[in-house]
């Protein structure tokens, strides 16, 4: 008897350690369905359908993913060889295919290529030049090994219907979604089984979710209009760590932030990858007004777009911050008035998630709020710029697809050549207000 009653503990304890470990599995996988889901929410209607479809086909993804890396590897022989000048030149040349099918017709040590370029942006046409009169033989290599990947890919897509082929060729051409999906194949596998199973509630969950965080973004974006517009201090604190944000940054490397708004959407394509000395992955260049959130109007006024990008928050909250005081209050009170919590639940990160890891970091440990607001307060008496005690290495870390050898943030622009799907797809990608807790969570997309 006494034999049956442990055989029948055991049995019981087993059964609630493989519940609880169940419990947990299903909360990991909780936690992955919101990742996925509110990195995808954020993009417009037709790229989140393409998504949606392309997810049923995981074991397609994974043979372009393979394709890619041999491809990129190809590519990265190609240039590796060369000076790092010479190599953006190639990499700049690379996102526009059709430039380098325009550069091959006309042949090598052609007069035209100068009055070619005039229709790219100004910031890439002298390295446009450099690619087509010093790499003309390798941008023949670069177009066969473009062409060879397109046609590669046409071939393992051809066999499945055409609304399926063509939302590859869309996926591809965002090479920012298409690694989301690859760096979390198990998840998209997920997604993909539940679209399958109920289209139409994964459609409309992530409809939901758009239109909260586009909501809760439009109210973020209000309040701090409101508290930028009726604060002149804060409007010359803001320009003046707009410059000394492109200044720190004034050092030989060929990575960009557009001064101008004459800005394409043309990434790096998927197949060569984005420059290797990028610390992070920076498909798309970026104007800086992306990064500030704000630009300057025609008479001068400041026109604020947005809140500040992941990597200006980092700079701020990092080392910056120490010499505006002004803007610290401010975010210090945008941040009181969310009475945020973070969800770590998505790829992106941005402001809202920098500065609510900082205040919250400075309301846990007293020791530390006391080191910061005292090192804060001498660093603006003392006009240094020094690192704070307790800086993450994040935090320090330079920004990565950022061009450094711009001296000034001299930013303006008419208000009708504002960048709008430029920003837009960046925006989706900033992880701004699905920072806060007030949307709704990504559901459970495995059933």
């Known amino acids: 008897m006494k034999t049956l009653r442990i055989l029948f503990m055991s049995l019981v304890a087993l059964s609630f350690f493989h519940a609880v470990n169940a419990q947990t599995f299903m909360d990991s996988l909780a936690r992955e369905d919101h990742e996925i889901a509110s990195s995808i929410a954020p993009y417009p209607a037709d790229v989140r359908a393409a998504i949606l479809n392309t997810s049923q086909y995981p074991q397609v993804l994974v043979k372009l993913e393979r394709l890619q890396a041999r491809t990129s590897q190809s ?104 690694t989301l999906l690859t760096d979390n194949i198990d998840v998209t596998v997920g997604l993909g089984e539940a679209y399958q199973t109920d289209p139409t509630g994964v459609k409309q969950h992530l409809d939901s979710l758009h239109d909260q965080l586009q909501q809760q973004n439009e109210k973020d974006l209000a309040v701090y209009k409101n508290q930028v517009e009726n604060d002149p201090k804060l409007q010359e604190e803001m320009k003046k760590a707009a410059d000394e944000f492109a200044t720190q940054y004034n050092q030989p490397d060929p990575t960009y932030i557009v001064n101008n708004n004459y800005y394409d959407n043309s990434p790096y394509p998927y197949w060569f990858g984005y420059p290797y000395w990028y610390s992070s992955p920076i498909w798309y260049m970026q104007p800086a007004y992306f990064h500030t959130g704000f630009y300057y109007g025609p008479s001068g006024n400041m026109v604020v777009c947005g809140l500040p990008s992941h990597i200006y928050a980092n700079w701020f909250f990092g080392i910056g911050y120490s010499h505006y005081p ?59 710029n020094t690192v704070p005690v307790g800086r993450s290495r994040e935090m320090n ?51």
């Open 326 to 384: 002004v803007m610290y209050r401010n975010y210090h009170t945008y941040y009181d008035m969310h009475n945020p919590r973070v969800v770590n639940g998505n790829v992106y990160r941005g402001f809202n998630h920098v500065s609510s890891r900082h205040f919250t970091t400075l309301a846990r440990n007293p020791a530390f709020r006391s080191t910061e607001f005292n090192t804060q307060s001498n660093h603006v008496a003392a006009g240094r």
């Open 397 to 447: 870390s330079n920004p990565a697809g950022m061009n450094r050898s711009t001296p000034h943030f001299n930013n303006a622009m008419p208000q009708q050549h504002f960048n709008n799907a430029g920003f837009n797809h960046f925006h989706a990608q900033s992880f701004h207000s699905m920072g806060w807790q007030h949307a709704g969570g990504g559901g459970h997309f495995r059933r």
């Open 75 to 178: 590519f990265q022989d190609l240039v590796s060889g060369y000076p790092r000048e010479d190599q953006q030149a190639l990499y700049q040349a690379s996102r526009y295919p059709e430039l380098m099918n325009k550069f091959i017709a006309m042949g090598s040590g052609s007069n035209q290529v100068d009055a070619l370029v005039k229709t790219y942006p100004e910031e890439i046409q002298k390295d446009l030049v450099t690619a087509y009169r010093g790499h003309f033989n390798d941008l023949v290599r670069m177009h066969d090994l473009y062409q060879s990947s397109q046609t590669s890919m046409q071939k393992i897509v051809s066999k499945y219907p055409a609304d399926v082929q063509r939302d590859f060729q869309t996926i591809v051409s965002m090479p920012d979604i298409m």
